[in-house]
Structures are given as structure tokens and as C-alpha cells.
């Protein structure tokens, strides 16, 4: 088992580095949304946005 781990090391601590960032990412959009803000629009100017009618609500 050890000589497998230690083998693997740096796939490990890649997968590691991508589930945190993958982590953070939703941790991100979770507060995001708690906080009453779009997850879906981060530019502030939806003037010409094809979203602009779901992103906000009036």
C-alpha cells in the first residue's frame, strides 16, 4: 500500500489541488447566493446581457 501511495505521490496531490479548488468554487456560489447576489452574473453592467431578464429579479 505504501509503495503504491508513494508511487502515485504526485497524482494524488494534483487530484488533492483540483478538489480544493473545485471546493472553493462552490463554497463561492453557495455564499454568493445566500447573499441574495447572481451566481450567474459577475460583470455589474447587464445592460446587453442575454441573461438579464433571469439574473435579477424586480
Do not use: P
Not at 447572481?38 to 441573461?51: E, H, L, R
Amino acid at each position: 500500500m505504501l509503495a503504491w501511495i508513494i508511487s502515485n505521490f504526485w497524482t494524488i496531490i494534483i487530484c488533492a489541488v483540483l478538489i480544493g479548488i473545485v471546493a472553493a468554487i462552490i463554497f463561492s456560489m453557495v455564499k454568493k447566493k445566500k447573499q441574495g447576489k447572481s451566481v450567474v452574473c459577475s460583470c455589474g453592467n447587464c445592460k446587453g446581457c442575454a441573461m438579464q431578464g433571469s439574473c435579477h429579479k424586480k
